[in-house]
């Protein structure tokens, strides 16, 4: 079973910052926060990860509670090519937690 | 840009046919993985393989698939026979390192099988 709780589905218009929360509170000292989107049709896409500072990246920022029971994405100013569904990931580098485990994520629909 | 290529982009088969899908990873690559992702679900991780040795195959349901990666470089998965429950898309993703380094994973387009 995934270990984050993310909403179903949210909206945002174009040209405005989207905030995407993700819980995760059983979250274990090793391990990271990942997303990844993935656009209708296509394969999933990396966008970032931390494991207790913000971080930040061309595409998105990251924002991780201090408790690290929680995160937002942030996409700064969300454009049409930005819908698609969000998947928030928790993993260790290392051992049986390692490996990427996808729930259904949330999609994320651009208005114009 | 190098990307992951895979086919059949499209199959459709019969149940109880074989069927194989096709992956070839980002050159240099030594991390390959099979998932499968069924209608409104995130994907599943299948088989892993570093190199040419499977890392993780516990879900994968080898009664019926099979996953091979000869020389550590392109990989197959096969299901036979297939079952109507098998339909989905069947994404194959490298990543440089394996486990202990973290490495985007980077996803191929996939191929949709539809079982009849």
């Known amino acids: 079973d995934a270990k984050t709780t993310q909403p179903t589905s949210m909206d945002c218009a174009e040209g405005r910052a989207a905030n995407l929360p993700c819980n995760h509170s059983?979250?274990?000292?090793?391990?990271?926060v990942y997303w990844y989107r993935q656009i209708h049709s296509q394969g999933p896409q990396y966008i970032i990860h931390?494991?207790?500072n913000n971080e930040t990246n061309e595409m998105a920022s990251l924002i991780i509670t201090e408790d690290r029971k929680s995160s937002t994405l942030i996409l700064p100013h969300a454009t049409l090519r930005d819908t698609a569904v969000y998947y928030c990931?928790?993993?260790?580098?290392?051992?049986?937690?390692?490996?990427?485990?996808f729930g259904k994520g949330i999609t994320l629909s651009v208005r114009p | 840009e190098a990307e992951v290529a895979q086919s059949p982009r499209y199959k459709i088969t019969e149940k109880s046919q074989a069927v194989a899908f096709w992956c070839d990873p980002i050159?240099?690559?030594?991390?390959l993985y099979w998932y499968r992702q069924i209608l409104g679900q995130g994907p599943e991780l299948l088989v892993q393989?570093?190199?040419?040795?499977?890392?993780?195959d516990s879900q994968l349901p080898k009664d019926r698939f099979s996953a091979e990666r000869l020389k550590g470089v392109d990989s197959t998965l096969k299901i036979q026979p297939a079952e109507l429950g098998d339909s989905a898309m069947y994404l194959c993703?490298?990543?440089?390192?394996?486990?202990?380094?973290?490495?985007?994973?980077?996803f191929g387009p996939g191929t949709r099988l539809t079982v009849l």
């Open positions: 993703a490298s990543s440089l390192y394996g486990a202990g380094s973290y490495n985007e994973q980077f």
């Open positions: 393989f570093q190199d040419e040795s499977v890392v993780d």
């Open positions: 050159s240099g690559h030594a991390t």
């Open positions: 059983t979250i274990s000292g090793n391990e990271y």
């Open positions: 931390g494991l207790k």
């Open positions: 990931i928790v993993s260790a580098l290392t051992g049986a937690n390692s490996k990427l485990t």
